[in-house]
């Protein structure tokens, strides 16, 4: 019965390399892609840093904002639990 089964021509081995030959190609056409565009705008490496440096001043101002905020609800939160116990307290 085994004997009248034909013979493999490729191995899962043959499926995995095929596979990771796709995936290391498709990531070096998009690295080319994109390096090329980068070329092509005339972007140099000092405005790719300058640019890297905003967005992290950007994220570090969200962060602190979030941080107030959330300090904000924690104040208000102990306010709260005074106010039903009967105590004088100030909401700010």
Do not use: C
């Not at 300058?50 to 905020?69: N, P, T």
């Not at 959330?70 to 004088?88: F, I, K, L, N, Y």
């Amino acid at each position: 019965m085994l004997s009248k089964i034909e013979k493999p021509t490729h191995s899962a081995l043959t499926n995995y390399l095929v596979s990771l030959l796709q995936s290391r190609w498709r990531s070096y056409a998009m690295r080319r892609l994109y390096e090329d565009e980068t070329a092509d705008a005339g972007h140099s490496q000092e405005e790719a840093v300058a640019r890297l440096l905003q967005a992290h001043d950007r994220l570090v101002q969200s962060e602190d904002r979030l941080a107030a905020l959330e300090q904000q609800r924690a104040h208000r939160a102990m306010a709260v639990p005074a106010q039903r116990r009967g105590e004088d307290t100030i909401i700010v």
